[in-house]
T-cell receptor, first 108, second 113 residues
Framework: KNEVEQSPQNLTAQEGEFITINCSYS?????LHWLQQHPGGGIVSLFM???GKKKHGRLIATINIQEKHSSLHITASHPRDSAVYIC??????????FGTGTSLTVIP | DAGITQSPRHKVTETGTPVTLRCHQT?????MYWYRQDPGHGLRLIHY???????DKGEVSDGYSVSRSKTEDFLLTLESATSSQTSVYFC????????????FGPGTRLTVL
């Protein structure tokens, strides 16, 4: 069983489109993390959320604690947004759980 | 970034040989983690450390051992490498308000032939 589920697994979009990636989790958490990984690259932190909504440039992340769900939105998508986006949650103690990632390709 | 380096960045080795991967941090964080990343599995915890000489197993610890003799270094050893241990290995540290964030090293790509 996976404590963190992401959808979709793969996503292809045209440049300029609005993109949504979803994350659902089944454990109690103290925080949720969105990570970005470019092909062959390292893992970069985008957001850490424990409630509400955060915005960095064209990226917006929301979390609904009651529904155990988070979304990552990308407005005006660009080919450089092509990457794998990973949802991670901090559960009890110091245990972190990770989704398997959503692979995004933005076509010019 | 969080001052995390990993070495080596790439390694090719043969089945049955011992391999040690090193994670080094410069910020004196207490918690350090080793993960492996494989297609279709996401990141899976191998071992973690909560202080010098204090370590514990993760979900995929079989075939791996760790050591932490200094705060800044966390070593992952494959005692006798197998082809199933071909993977990308990431080290991470825990930090941020209430320790809710993890920051990752650049990764080590290990191939076991």
């Amino acid at each position: 069983k996976n404590e963190v589920e992401q959808s979709p697994q793969n996503l292809t979009a045209q440049e300029g489109e609005f993109i949504t990636i979803n994350c659902s989790y089944s454990v109690g958490i103290s925080a949720l993390h969105w990570l970005q990984q470019h092909p062959g690259g390292g893992i970069v932190s985008l957001f850490m959320l424990s409630s509400g909504k955060k915005k960095h440039g064209r990226l917006i992340a929301t979390i609904n604690i009651q529904e155990k769900h988070s979304s990552l939105h990308i407005t005006a998508s660009h080919p450089r947004d092509s990457a794998v986006y990973i949802c991670a949650v901090r559960g009890a103690g110091n245990q972190f759980y990770f989704g398997t990632g959503t692979s995004l390709t933005v076509i010019p | 970034d969080a001052g995390i380096t990993q070495s080596p960045r790439h390694k090719v080795t043969e089945t049955g040989t011992p391999v040690t991967l090193r994670c080094h941090q410069t910020e004196n964080h207490r918690y350090m983690y080793w993960y492996r990343q494989d297609p279709g599995h996401g990141l899976r915890l191998i071992h973690y450390s909560y202080g010098v000489k204090d370590t514990d197993k993760g979900e995929v610890s079989d075939g791996y051992s760790v050591s932490r003799s200094k705060t800044e270094d966390f070593l992952l050893t494959l005692e006798s490498a197998t082809s199933s241990q071909t993977s990308v290995y990431f080290c991470a540290i825990q930090r941020g308000p209430r320790g809710n964030e993890q920051f990752f090293g650049p990764g080590t790509r290990l191939t076991v032939l």
